[in-house]
């Protein structure tokens, strides 16, 4: 797979695969956490959440998240 090119939704076929990254609560980084499709419509997409994988988990919008104080 090279940079810019994407691996296709494998639930609505027209739309690619787009990785996410975080960091973890120590602060280090996580490349590739999240995978989510690029078509807003479709919404599949899939998380890594404490070696488990959860698939087509809610996607908010952020609207209601607050900043955690550092």
Same mark, same amino acid.
């Given at each position: 797979?090279?940079?810019? $090119?994407? +691996? %296709?939704? /494998? %639930?609505? $076929? !027209?739309?690619?695969?787009? +990785?996410?990254?975080?960091? #973890?609560? /120590? #602060? &280090? +980084?996580? /490349?590739?956490?999240?995978? *989510?499709?690029?078509?807003?419509?479709? #919404?599949?997409?899939?998380?890594?959440?404490? #070696?488990? *994988?959860?698939?087509?988990?809610?996607? &908010?919008?952020? %609207?209601?998240? !607050? +900043?955690?104080?550092?």
């Amino acid at each position: 797979m090279s940079e810019s $090119t994407y +691996p %296709e939704c /494998q %639930e609505c $076929t !027209s739309g690619s695969l787009l +990785p996410l990254s975080d960091f #973890g609560s /120590q #602060g &280090a +980084p996580i /490349q590739y956490k999240a995978w *989510v499709c690029n078509v807003p419509a479709c #919404g599949y997409n899939l998380k890594i959440r404490n #070696g488990d *994988v959860y698939i087509n988990e809610p996607i &908010a919008n952020g %609207e209601s998240h !607050s +900043p955690r104080p550092r």
